[in-house]
Structures are given as structure tokens and as C-alpha cells.
């Protein structure tokens, strides 16, 4: 298994796309409030699916919403 780190600009894109509140984001991508928070927090990582509904939401290509950070080499 590769590890790393998956992060995301979701808390900063719903500030900036008026205040979107986590529940108006997962009703617009079909999931909870509880899902979004989840995601946004780094504890879940959203299927691709969603990643990609998320990202469409915004406006936004997919890898300027989610990120992968490997670890360094050591």
C-alpha cells in the first residue's frame, strides 16, 4: 500500500462560493452534512465519484480541490 496524504480545499471554496454550508454541499453531491465534515477534516476520503461531483460543484478541476502529498523518501 502506498501511503500519504490526502487533503482538500473544500472549507476554503464553500467560503469563497458564498458561505456554502456543508449541508448545502452534500445535498448538492447526494451525501450528509455529516460526509462533507468528514471529508473536509481529512477522516474520510470520498469516493471518486464525489470527489469529482464536489470539484463540478465548484467549478473547480478535481485536483484543484484534492491534493496527495506522499511522504518523503527516507
Do not use: C
Given at each position: 500500500?502506498?501511503?500519504?496524504?490526502?487533503?482538500?480545499?473544500?472549507?476554503?471554496?464553500?467560503?469563497?462560493?458564498?458561505?456554502?454550508?456543508?449541508?448545502q454541499?452534500?445535498?448538492?453531491?447526494?451525501?450528509?452534512?455529516?460526509?462533507i465534515?468528514?471529508?473536509?477534516?481529512?477522516?474520510?476520503?470520498?469516493?471518486?465519484?464525489?470527489?469529482?461531483?464536489?470539484?463540478?460543484?465548484?467549478?473547480?478541476?478535481?485536483?484543484?480541490?484534492?491534493?496527495?502529498?506522499?511522504?518523503?523518501?527516507?
Open positions: 500500500m502506498i501511503e500519504g496524504t490526502l487533503t482538500n480545499r473544500i472549507r476554503t471554496l464553500r467560503f469563497l462560493h458564498g458561505e456554502m454550508s456543508q449541508s454541499l452534500g445535498q448538492r453531491i447526494g451525501v450528509t452534512r455529516q460526509t465534515a468528514a471529508i473536509e477534516t481529512g477522516k474520510y476520503s470520498p469516493s471518486l465519484e464525489a470527489a469529482f461531483r464536489i470539484a463540478h460543484v465548484f467549478g473547480a478541476d478535481l485536483q484543484d480541490v484534492f491534493q496527495w502529498a506522499a511522504p518523503p523518501d527516507g
